[in-house]
């Protein structure tokens, strides 16, 4: 599939608003894989994905999880989780994206995992910081991001634990153990 023709199978999997964030987040993917010596299509085509399951029938996704021997851990969390690991089997199977690398970014946009990929960073960090968002922190988001993908992921770990901390919402465990991992990595001084 080309662009066009995944950007209209998109733009039918969603609402108006939720569009114009992937578009946003695809802003950003492109500007940060340039910035970062990444593939601006892979990052291109992981963005415009990112959140085509995101609309998916609960009970579709949940059998998506079952059925693909998923993490069962995922059906434990809020709804809101499963369209990441989803959308990677959707990207599959609907739109026949197998480079592995786009499939993990879209994976782990949403949890991060404790050995990511530069694309994996560039896809999390873009849907985190798209021009769209408008939250206390995108800015500075957005300051540190520019100058270190790992920083970047430092701050956006650290600030989605305590917005869902401040909510008393459980906090998947992927999620400690990334803001874990970059916390060494960046106290052992070799970032990205």
Known sequence: MNRNEILEKVKHAMP???FIHTLGVEEMAVK???MYGASPEKASIAALLHDYAKYYPDEKARQVVIHENMDP???KYDR???HAPVGAYLAEQEFGITDPEILEA???HTTGSTSMSKLDKILFLADYTEPN???PGVNEARKITAESLDEGMLFALGRTIEYLASK???IFPDTFESFNAFA???KEGDVE
Request: glycine share 0%.
């Open 133 to 135: 968002r408008d939250f």
């Open 168 to 170: 008393r919402q459980p």
């Open 73 to 75: 851990l995922l059906l």
């Open 106 to 108: 879209i994976r782990v």
């Open 80 to 82: 809101a989780l499963l």
């Open 32 to 34: 940060y894989a340039e």
């Open 16 to 18: 108006e608003n939720r």
């Open 184 to 186: 060494f990595l960046i």
